[in-house]
């Protein structure tokens, strides 16, 4: 199988070894827009289906023969390569990248394009964006289509950065190529090709997302029910993220400790239990606020809808662990290496952790965080509740 990275110059730019594979190829796979560009061929083709994977089964179909399948530009930046890399070993996969989006947006702009936030919005919530929202910051995003450039610049200005400068880049390297520039409070381009990117110079006052766990309680919208800052850093830490990791986050209340788990890397995922309705609604509003709007929320009681989550890499327990049966479930779901973190408040909760430290180990550790408050003229140290916390790592 061929991959073939096809630009808007269509034939003309590709190279003489991608030529060669696409007039042996007895099966051109692509876009209609690939196709197109690509122009008449001898081979049979086929066109993408929606969704994309539905068409894997008739490509697999012929392995062993002569297959080719068109990408835009560089199959392997953000493109169909490592979908079907999945599927078929890298042995039986060639690839002629033509330069990816990226590449000419950087080359047009003169942008260091390791300098720059790369993110694709295709098949992805804008709210992706907020993440890389800073002063300062370049950010190169591939648009979904012509509607996204006026998404974004609304997005931008409705978080404080109206002034960023906006560059849409449409249909590079092909006759019908143009860069418009505007800023994002003033965006009324219009005409836009489906086919752009978006360049990002940020700009504004608008608030940005610190890079450690432990962000301010006033971040998250909340009821009451949320893991205070300083212990938030403390039982992020004991869970131990690594990238693409999975994370439950059992009696979520207002899904900080999930949403802060998926901020650690833009692969990380995170199943948010929660059995209010309210708080549900809550966690979702605040994973789109704060840049993660994938995060996914269980609605309903642990740990009746534990078994339909994906197997977990660490957990973390801020209610309910004192439920019959929700401590042994998440236990016996964890991965090998896995982590349970648990929290606890009230002297329930805790003789329920101290049981379990005598019973299987683990760490034990006391957190007592006190702010300094008003005594009539003077301050003085305000405690808050301590909190007891049980990490478990599974053998």
């Not at 068109?70 to 493109?79: F, H, I, K, R, T």
């Not at 996969?93 to 003169?110: E, I, K, N």
């Not at 610049?153 to 449409?170: C, K, N, Q, W, Y």
């Not at 973190?341 to 965080?369: M, P, Y």
């Amino acid at each position: 199988m061929t991959l073939v990275g096809i630009g808007e110059d269509g034939v003309e730019g590709l190279s003489r070894d991608a030529r060669r594979a696409l007039a042996q190829a007895v099966l051109v796979v692509g876009g209609r827009r690939h196709l197109a560009l690509l122009g008449p061929t001898r081979a049979e083709t086929l066109a993408w289906a929606s969704p994309m994977r539905d068409t894997y089964p008739m490509i697999l179909a012929r392995r062993g023969e002569p297959v080719a399948v068109l990408a835009s530009g560089d199959p392997y930046c953000y493109g169909v390569g490592a979908a079907l890399a999945r599927h078929v070993p890298s042995a039986e996969l060639r690839c002629y990248p033509q330069p990816s989006a990226f590449a000419l947006a950087t080359a047009r702009l003169g942008w260091a394009q390791q300098d720059c936030s790369l993110l694709s919005l295709c098949g992805r919530p804008i709210e992706t964006l907020v993440p890389a929202l800073r002063a300062g910051a370049r950010v190169l995003a591939l648009s979904a289509d012509a509607q996204t450039p006026g998404q974004v610049a609304r997005l931008l200005s409705a978080r404080g950065f109206g002034a960023s400068r906006l560059t849409v880049l449409e249909a590079m390297g092909g006759p019908r190529e143009r860069i418009r520039v505007s800023s994002a409070d003033a965006f009324a381009l219009s005409d836009l090709e489906p086919l752009n990117t978006l360049a990002i110079d940020v700009a504004g006052l608008g608030p940005a997302l610190s890079l450690v766990p432990g962000r301010p309680d006033g971040s998250f919208d909340h009821d009451g029910q949320i893991t205070r800052s300083a212990v938030r850093a403390a039982t992020l830490a004991a869970l131990a993220p690594l990238a693409g990791e999975v994370l439950w986050d059992v009696g979520a209340g207002s899904g900080s400790v999930a949403i802060e788990w998926m901020l650690a890397h833009p692969e990380n995922r995170a199943f948010a239990v929660e059995r209010h309705p309210e708080r549900a609604a809550r966690i979702r509003s605040n994973a789109a606020a704060l840049g993660v709007p994938c995060l996914v929320v269980s609605e309903g009681a642990a740990p009746d809808v534990l078994a339909d989550l994906p197997a977990p890499d660490a957990v973390f327990v801020g209610g309910g662990a004192t439920r019959d049966g929700v401590l042994d479930s998440c236990a016996a779901a964890l991965r090998p290496g896995g982590r349970l973190v648990v929290n606890a408040v009230t002297i329930e909760t805790q003789e329920v952790l101290i049981a379990r430290f005598r019973s299987t180990g683990g760490a034990l550790t006391a957190l007592s965080v006190a702010h300094a408050d008003r005594v009539g003229a003077f301050h003085g140290w305000r405690t808050a509740m301590p909190v007891t916390q049980w990490t478990w790592v599974k053998a």
